[in-house]
């Protein structure tokens, strides 16, 4: 199983980004999403994900971001409005998938300027 993350770039503090994660690859089962990011100098932390039909945020994101998915198009997102510079940093998108076995992504940088 494979993910492919895009939509990174360079925006402007109050701006709009929509990330993607593609999955590929043979599974039986998805079983939780996310999306994790890390800062320069900083330890990856949680950014959102969707478990057995839930959402979850973290509190820095919450009302700004919003993470979906498309099981059509074996894909997921992460809508981020209202950036700040401190939401900097390398995105990866994660999966658990077969119950226990867990994949990353390559991350795609986001650059938010004051």
């Known amino acids: 199983v494979q993910l492919q993350a895009s939509g990174g770039g360079l925006v402007q503090a109050g701006g709009s980004l929509r990330l993607s994660c593609l999955v590929s690859?043979?599974?039986?089962?998805?079983?939780?999403w996310g999306w994790y990011r890390q800062a320069p100098g900083k330890q990856r932390e949680l950014v959102a994900s969707?478990?057995?039909?839930?959402?979850n945020y973290a509190d820095s994101v919450q009302g700004r971001f919003t993470i979906s998915r498309d099981s059509t198009k074996n894909a997921m997102y992460l809508q981020m409005n209202n950036l700040k510079p401190e939401d900097t940093g390398v995105y990866y998108c994660n999966i658990h998938f077969n119950g226990w076995d867990s994949t990353w992504g390559q991350g795609t940088q986001v650059t938010v300027s004051s």
């Open positions: 690859g043979r599974y039986r089962t998805l079983n939780a």
């Open positions: 969707i478990s057995g039909g839930s959402t």
